[in-house]
């Protein structure tokens, strides 16, 4: 099984562990099969009514049940059922009806419109079009569960979440989508064989540049990276863009901004990429995602970029020994956001408009996001919770590694929105990434290349044009 996003923006574990099925973020639109939805009033709720206080903000009734839906996909539902338990030691008396399935929208779309489940894990390849929920009201916003006391810490839930979490599930101004994963991108290395042979992970280009002879020295390739799909070495290209030039010329690149890709230092911000491929440092063949990652795992190269889906995607070829570690983007001098860190929320649960209990499907959230729910959850997945501090008890070299780089990181995330705005130039910027990174353009032709594609969309009046605020 294969699991990474595609695109830059509201990136969920569902797309870092989706290969399950297919590549692509965006699920078959559900427009029509909801056209019940459109306009019509949700239902009313049948399992509130009780008294609400800080254990029971949404009023809760005994006696009643909540139908909740998990995708069984590369995270299993195990962690669903810790939460369970989790959440009938404070509600014994509510009956909850768990059931797992990589059908979401198989399954639950029809019912959307009629009697829904409370609570819907909306992720893998069959998954429901996010914007159509939300354009036709089948699902409920769900900005009170923010304000909501957190289930067992001080604060409110929004207090507990990770950056980018709120921001990743809002929509029109409305929180819709409450993500439970979350998804660090960087430079992976082995620290077992960087110990043994006294290498010191680089933070900077400069270092890294550095060290690859010594690593070419003991037979291996500095780099490899997956050179057939071209999302994957655009993360490392638009993370080193961010970096040097800062969060401002990258919101100007994705609204269009006329010379925004001309913009003092982003040339300079890809030589680096330009220099490994040209100094031979990448190791040779067109390798796909997990042939690469093999690679890396085999001792073929030192260093891969990928998110921390890569621990639980190659699990059954990880050599005993080896310390699969993530470090942040390499930086240069000078580089004006260096400490901000490329990371996203995803694996996103919504509750319909017409579920039933909709009260007990927002105490169930309120569970999953729990200190100790997602602790449960990294434990069991190997993954960072959106929760704060989810990972701070786990005894695992990867996840150990993502989450000290959260916390030394800055409050800015690193994210690009014009692809998931813009299909054309989406593709293109693929095209050109994978261009580079096969030392067929230089880091200057990729930019003229790239404001040239941006040009184009901005001046088609046929395509409606998107604006990025923050």
Same mark, same amino acid.
């Given at each position: 099984?294969?699991? @990474? ?42 399992? #509130?009514?009780?008294? =609400? ?14 139908? $909740?839906? $998990? ?27 768990? @059931?797992?399935? /990589? ?11 009629? /009697? %829904?489940? !409370? ?9 429901? *079009? ?10 409920? %916003?769900? *900005? ?14 929004? *207090? ?16 819709? $989508?409450?993500? $439970? ?65 800062? &969060? ?42 997990? /042939? ?35 470090? *942040? ?9 260096? =400490?901000?860190?490329?990371?996203? +929320?995803?694996? #996103? ?42 990972? !701070? ?13 959260? &916390?030394? #990181? ?22 050109? +990434? ?14 003229? &290349? ?13 395509? &409606? ?6």
């Amino acid at each position: 099984m294969s699991v @990474s996003p595609e695109k830059f923006g509201d990136v969920s574990r569902r797309t870092l562990l989706r290969r399950a099925a297919a590549a692509g973020l965006l699920a078959v639109p559900a427009a029509g099969l909801l056209s019940a939805c459109a306009g019509s009033e949700p239902s009313k709720s049948d399992g #509130g009514g009780a008294a =609400k206080s800080k254990d029971n903000p949404f009023g809760v009734k005994d006696g009643s049940a909540v139908k $909740v839906v $998990v995708f069984n996909g590369g995270l299993g539902d195990q962690w669903a059922k810790e939460d369970k338990v989790i959440f009938n030691a404070k509600h014994p008396n509510i009956t909850v009806n768990m @059931s797992s399935t /990589q059908k979401i929208k198989t399954e639950e779309q029809p019912k959307m419109a009629t /009697q %829904p489940s !409370d609570l819907v894990m909306n992720s893998g390849a069959d998954m429901m *079009d996010r914007s159509t929920l939300i354009n036709e009201g089948a699902i409920e %916003p769900l *900005d009170d569960l923010l304000t909501a006391p957190a289930w067992d810490s001080e604060g409110t839930v929004a *207090d507990s979440l990770l950056p980018g979490t709120v921001a990743d599930g809002t929509q029109n101004g409305k929180f819709y $989508v409450v993500n $439970v994963a979350y998804t660090v991108w960087g430079n992976w290395y082995n620290a077992a064989l960087f110990k043994k042979e006294g290498w010191t992970a680089p933070t900077t280009w400069d270092e890294f540049f550095a060290l690859a002879p010594k690593i070419k020295a003991k037979g291996m390739a500095p780099y490899v990276h997956d050179a057939v799909h071209g999302y994957y070495p655009r993360w490392a290209l638009f993370a080193s863009i961010w970096k040097a030039v800062g &969060k401002q010329a990258v919101v100007d690149i994705d609204n269009l901004k006329d010379g925004a890709w001309k913009a003092d230092g982003i040339v300079a911000a890809l030589e680096p990429w330009e220099k490994l491929v040209k100094d031979k440092l990448l190791l040779p063949g067109k390798l796909d995602h997990t /042939q690469s990652q093999q690679a890396f795992l085999d001792g073929k190269a030192a260093f891969i970029q990928v998110g921390t889906w890569l621990k639980n995607e190659m699990a059954a070829t990880i050599p005993p020994g080896f310390e699969m570690t993530i470090s *942040d983007y390499w930086s240069k001098s000078g580089d004006k956001a260096a =400490k901000d860190v490329f990371a996203s +929320s995803g694996e #996103g649960f919504v509750v319909p408009s017409k579920a039933p209990n909709k009260e007990a499907a927002k105490e169930f959230l309120r569970a999953i996001l729990s200190k100790a729910g997602s602790a449960k959850f990294a434990e069991l997945t190997k993954s960072l919770a959106s929760t704060k501090g989810s990972g !701070d008890n786990v005894q695992d070299t990867a996840l150990a590694s993502a989450n000290s780089l959260m &916390k030394n #990181g800055s409050s800015d995330l690193i994210s690009v929105k014009f692809p998931d705005f813009y299909a054309d130039l989406d593709k293109e910027s693929q095209n050109l +990434s994978e261009e580079l990174m096969a030392g067929r353009l230089t880091a200057q032709q990729f930019v003229d &290349k790239m404001q040239a594609a941006a040009d184009k969309v901005a001046k088609d009046s046929s395509i &409606k044009k998107q604006t990025r605020t923050a």
